[in-house]
């Protein structure tokens, strides 16, 4: 389980490497119920071409995954890839079209805000610097 003291633990390491811990969460458009299948595949396929990148293995050591699934009747299912990665600097809009190209052009998300893509489908892509603190 990820845990607070395992956060703590893993950004003390990474400042002390130089490095800091973000969070990275990216996004594909909302697709039908009954379509999930195929929306994991291609969230599936899109991290695989992502992690291959030069522009990943330049900014990101390592790091953990949580998939997040909403649904709603009327908007259909909702798909999040939530990471915390250790890494360097990753400026958004470079974070974003690295997504878009490992989702083959699925969609764009540049500086937090959601664009339509050549095939209609929304990506996001957002970085952001995680301080670990205590919580009350």
């Given at each position: 389980?990820?845990?607070?003291a395992?956060?703590?633990?893993?950004?003390d390491?990474?400042?002390?490497?130089?490095?800091?811990?973000?969070?990275i969460v990216?996004?594909?458009?909302?697709?039908?119920?009954?379509?999930?299948?195929?929306?994991?595949?291609?969230?599936?396929e899109?991290?695989?071409?992502?992690?291959?990148t030069?522009?990943?293995?330049?900014?990101?050591?390592?790091?953990?995954?949580?998939?997040e699934i909403?649904?709603?009747?009327?908007r259909?299912?909702?798909?999040?890839?939530n990471l915390i990665v250790?890494g360097t600097?990753?400026?958004?809009?470079?974070?974003?079209?690295a997504?878009i190209a490992a989702?083959?052009?699925?969609g764009?998300g540049?500086?937090?805000?959601?664009r339509?893509?050549?095939?209609g489908?929304?990506?996001?892509?957002?970085?952001?610097?995680v301080?670990a603190?205590?919580?009350?």
């Open positions: 389980a990820l845990t607070f395992l956060v703590q633990e893993a950004q390491r990474a400042a002390g490497q130089g490095r800091t811990l973000r969070v990216l996004t594909l458009k909302n697709a039908p119920i009954g379509e999930l299948r195929a929306m994991g595949a291609a969230m599936d899109g991290l695989k071409n992502l992690r291959r030069k522009a990943w293995k330049t900014h990101v050591v390592g790091g953990k995954l949580a998939f909403t649904a709603t009747e009327e259909g299912w909702h798909l999040h890839a250790e600097f990753w400026a958004q809009k470079e974070l974003s079209e997504w989702t083959r052009g699925a764009d540049i500086e937090g805000a959601t339509r893509g050549a095939e489908a929304t990506v996001t892509a957002t970085a952001t610097r301080r603190a205590a919580v009350s």
